[in-house]
């Protein structure tokens, strides 16, 4: 198995809505990793985990709150968002945080905040 | 400061060969990385050069100088499906001394008949 799967596809969320992401890997990969896309923009990222401790947060606004309840499982926790938040959210998950480890993405979580 | 500059759009004819430029200024250089992402898709993979020289991937090809601060990505016997962006990326170090990839703004190859 060599997927990053994310759930759900698309969401639409009102500004006081509660909605989680998920994201799962059964590569064996110990970095996981979560990024925020705007349209035609590069990846910028949010949050890694290694070894399923949170060792990057790069600033990220605390009305995204992430979890990772075990080496294949990374959840978002979404509360209190703004319309500018609406985004591709990306998975991705690596061996390893070394040198050669290349990222390998989910297909994304289209968000809509109204 | 961390830049990373590729040209925006590049526009190509099928069959034919295209080079897409990359110039790097990061804080250390840990690696570099070429994906590529089709429109409302995830990035994948492409390829990695952390030592100087070409690397051949059938008909993708990427060079590395890290005296220059320089890469390309080679793209062979052009397909309508290589119509992409084509996103270069460097492991470098952020203000925390953690190794994270540096993204560029992406160049959109568009590939006509």
């Known amino acids: 198995d060599t997927e990053v799967t994310q759930t759900p596809k698309h969401l639409v969320m009102g500004m006081t809505n509660k909605k989680s992401l998920k994201c799962e890997q059964h590569m064996g990969h110990r970095a996981m990793y979560w990024y925020k896309q705007k349209a035609k923009k590069p990846p910028e990222l949010m949050f890694v985990y290694s070894y399923e401790k949170l060792s990057i947060n790069e600033s990220v606004p605390s009305r995204f709150s992430p979890e990772c309840p075990n080496s294949s499982l990374l959840n978002l926790h979404l509360h209190a968002l703004q319309p500018e938040d609406s985004a591709l959210y990306l998975c991705a998950s690596s061996q390893g945080i070394g040198t050669r480890d290349e990222q390998f993405f989910g297909p994304g979580t289209r968000l809509t905040v109204l | 400061g961390q830049n990373i500059d590729q040209p925006t759009e590049m526009t190509a004819t099928e069959g034919a060969i295209v080079q897409i430029n990359c110039t790097y200024q990061t804080s250390g250089f840990n690696g570099l990385f070429w994906y590529q992402q089709h429109a409302g898709e995830a990035p994948t993979f492409l390829s990695y050069?952390?030592l100087d020289g070409l690397e051949e991937k059938g008909r993708f090809s990427s060079f590395l100088s890290r005296s220059k601060g320089y890469s390309y990505l080679l793209l062979k016997e052009l397909q309508m499906k290589d119509s992409a962006s084509y996103l270069c990326a460097v492991r470098a170090f952020n203000a925390g001394n953690n190794r994270k990839l540096i993204w560029g703004l992406g160049t959109s190859l568009a590939v006509n008949p």
């Open positions: 050069n952390v």
